[in-house]
C-alpha cells in the first residue's frame, strides 16, 4: 500500500472518531440550553432563543472567513484552536446568570465552530476519494444522528446533578477532540493556491446551483434554532 493510499483510509477513521467527540460534545450541552435558562432559572424564552440564534448566525454565516483563514494558515491550528474556543464557550456557560454572560458564550463557541467546521469538512475532500464522498457523508451522518441522542441523553441525566457537570462534559470533549487533532492531524495545507478573499467568493457567488443549495439550507438552520428554544415546551 502506498503512503497516499495508506493516509487515506487511516484519514477515514481520524474523521470518524474526530466527528464523533465533536456531536457528542455539541449536542450534550445545547439541547439543555433552554431547558436550564428559561424553565430552571425563569428566564424570557427570548433572552435564550437570542443566545441559540446568535451561535447559528456567527458559526453559519462566518464560516466562509474561517475557511478563507485555513486556506491560508492550514487546517490544523485553525480546528485546534476552534475546538478550545468552543470549550472556553461552554465553561462560561457554566457560570453564566446573567443574560450578556450567556450570549458571550455562545458567541464564543459559534467563533469556535467557524474556525473548525470548514476546514473538517475540507478534510473529508481531501481524504477522500470522489467516487467515496458520497457513502462517507451518509456514514457521517449517520453518527450524527446516533451521536446527536447519546449526547443529549447524557446531558439529561447530568442535568439532574448539576448544569455545570453538563458544560463540564461538553468541555471536556472539545479539548479532548483538540488534543486529539493536535497529536494526530498532519499539519496540512487545504489550498496550494494563494488567492484573495474577493476572488473566491466570487466564485462561490457565481455557481447558482451552490447558492440556491445554500439558501436552502437557510431553513434548516432557522428551524434547528427553532427546535432548540422549544425543548422547554415540549419537555413539560
Not at 464557550?89 to 463557541?109: D, K, N, Q, R
Not at 439532574?160 to 477532540?177: E, H, K, P, S
Request: hydrophobic share 55%; proline share 3%.
Amino acid at each position: 500500500m502506498s503512503r497516499v493510499s495508506q493516509a487515506r483510509s487511516l484519514g477515514k477513521y481520524f474523521l470518524l472518531v474526530d466527528n464523533m467527540l465533536v456531536v457528542l460534545g455539541f449536542f450534550v450541552v445545547f439541547p439543555l440550553i433552554s431547558i436550564r435558562f428559561v424553565d430552571q432559572m425563569g428566564w424570557a424564552a427570548l433572552m435564550v432563543g437570542i443566545a441559540l440564534g446568535l451561535r447559528q448566525l456567527v458559526q453559519q454565516g462566518l464560516g466562509v472567513f474561517g475557511g478563507a483563514i485555513a486556506d491560508r494558515f492550514g487546517a490544523k491550528p485553525m480546528i485546534v484552536t476552534g475546538m478550545l474556543l468552543r470549550a472556553a464557550g461552554f465553561a462560561t456557560m457554566a457560570i453564566a446568570h446573567e443574560p450578556w454572560v450567556l450570549w458571550f458564550s455562545c458567541f464564543l463557541s459559534g467563533i469556535g465552530g467557524t474556525l473548525f467546521d470548514p476546514p473538517r469538512t475540507a478534510l473529508v475532500v481531501k481524504l477522500i476519494r470522489p467516487q467515496h464522498r458520497g457513502r462517507f457523508f451518509s456514514i457521517l451522518m449517520m453518527q450524527d444522528s446516533a451521536g446527536a441522542v447519546v449526547g443529549a441523553l447524557l446531558g439529561s441525566w447530568l442535568l439532574q446533578y448539576d448544569f455545570r457537570l453538563v458544560c463540564a462534559t461538553g468541555a471536556v470533549l472539545f479539548i479532548l477532540c483538540a488534543l486529539f487533532n493536535g497529536l494526530y492531524l498532519p499539519a496540512w495545507k487545504l489550498s496550494t493556491v494563494k488567492a484573495p478573499v474577493r476572488e473566491g467568493l466570487g466564485r462561490v457567488l457565481s455557481d447558482k446551483r451552490f447558492v440556491t443549495y445554500v439558501l436552502t439550507l437557510t431553513g434548516y438552520y432557522m428551524l434547528a434554532v427553532q427546535v432548540d428554544a422549544d425543548a422547554t415546551d415540549h419537555g413539560e
